[in-house]
Nanobody, 122 residues
Framework: QVQLVESGGGLVQAGGSLRLSCAAS????????MSWFRQAPGKEREFVAA????????YYSDSVKGRFTISRDNAKNTLYLQMNSLKPEDTAVYFC???????????????WGQGTQVTVSS
């Protein structure tokens, strides 16, 4: 079992930045690929970014590529998402997830956090 707890969400103006963190406990986070998803009101959960267990491979959705950066510190069992140049359409609840194999679908991940709200005002 892996427990995931997100933090760092909040209210920010368009063009601003936020850094999300996801603290893992239980089994070492280094055993898993990890990712960020988000869900806006009335919409389905969507993939944002993923990172391999070693941190050597990352990929992003087209909507955040060039603005968001996913990283991890396995010594601290923590996943990060640096979000720059935020837009109102980035407003959503952001979830971190862990799985054996990285992917872009929710079903690729077994463990999920409770989410943290990010609100971007125009």
């Amino acid at each position: 079992q892996v427990q995931l707890v997100e933090s760092g969400g909040g209210l920010v103006q368009a063009g601003g930045s936020l850094r999300l963190s996801c603290a893992a406990s239980g089994r070492p986070a280094s055993n898993y690929a990890m990712s960020w998803f988000r869900q806006a009101p009335g919409k389905e959960r969507e993939f944002v970014a993923a990172i391999s267990w070693s941190g050597g491979i990352t990929y992003y959705s087209d909507s955040v590529k060039g603005r968001f950066t996913i990283s991890r510190d396995n010594a601290k069992n923590t996943l990060y998402l640096q979000m720059n140049s935020l837009k109102p359409e980035d407003t959503a609840v952001y979830f971190c997830a862990a799985g054996v194999v990285s992917g872009m679908k929710s079903n690729d991940y077994r463990y999920w956090g409770q989410g943290t709200q990010v609100t971007v005002s125009s």
